[in-house]
Structures are given as structure tokens and as C-alpha cells.
């Protein structure tokens, strides 16, 4: 299944055989001190820059009833941001996973995006649609 919008990521999750939980890692766009001249005009226009992690959730796809809902949420922590990477975390067939099963991979991703290796995950930017980077 194409993931086209949030509501696509909503329903193959609880479409799933084995339980679902999602992870969520907000991220904020900075511009390096270290940025060249030509970075920064880059920035300015909308491009580029440095992806920094600024909270993380974990959800059952039952916790959820949209994107705005998520969005909604995100705002009690007083962060700015400018998408939100998802994933996956499968449970087994008798076991949904915990928030304490997510702990270890929502810090993963946390790693993984501050390293720029984000081809794993679905990033949205903040209307809920999927961004495609490159």
C-alpha cells in the first residue's frame, strides 16, 4: 500500500495481522552556525538545513483518530516543528507492543535522523502530507 497521507499510515497499521505501534520523532529545521553563504541563502528560500529531534511519542494506531489529533497533541509540549518522522513497531500475533517495547527504537530514530539517515521512516510535514526528500 502507498502511503499518500496520514490517514494511509493510520489505516495500514491497523490493518496489520500482528498489533502496531507507531513511533513518532518531531523535528525542528535549523541552519548550522558552521553554514556557508550559499546554505544559508538556500535556507531562506525553504531548503535545506539540519534536521534537529525535538520530542518523541509512541501510539497505538487506536489512540489515534487523525492527524490533527497528533498535531493537537504535539502543541502541549511548546515545540516549533517542521515534520514528523514515523515508523512502525510490530507486535506478535497474541502481544501488542508497550510504550516500554518502543523506548529503545524511538531513541534509534532519534539517532538515526540527527545522522541524516532517514530513508526508514515517512516524514509529514505539519498538514499531515508525506515529504519526499532529494
Known amino acids: 500500500m502507498d502511503i499518500l497521507s ?3 499510515l493510520l489505516q495500514a497499521a491497523r490493518a ?4 502496531q505501534r507507531l513511533l513518532f520523532v518531531f523535528a525542528g529545521v535549523e541552519l548550522p552556525e558552521d553554514s556557508t553563504p550559499l546554505q544559508r541563502e538556500r535556507f ?4 535545506g538545513g539540519a534536521l534537529v ?7 497505538r494506531p487506536e489512540e489515534l483518530s487523525s492527524f490533527a489529533a497528533l498535531v493537537q497533541e504535539s502543541h502541549q509540549f511548546g515545540h ?4 514528523v518522522f514515523a515508523a512502525a513497531l ?3 500475533v497474541n502481544r501488542a507492543p508497550t510504550s516500554e517495547d518502543a523506548e529503545e527504537p524511538l531513541q534509534r530514530m532519534v539517532e ?3 545522522q541524516g539517515r532517514i530513508d526508514a521512516f ?9 515529504v519526499q526528500f532529494g
Open 6 to 8: 496520514f490517514d494511509d
Open 16 to 19: 496489520q495481522p500482528a498489533p
Open 44 to 47: 531562506e528560500a525553504g531548503q
Open 53 to 59: 529531534p525535538l520530542m518523541c511519542v509512541d501510539k
Open 80 to 83: 516549533h516543528w517542521g515534520l
Open 90 to 92: 510490530g507486535g506478535s
Open 112 to 114: 538515526s535522523i540527527k
Open 122 to 130: 515517512i516524514p509529514f510535514d505539519p498538514q499531515g502530507q508525506p
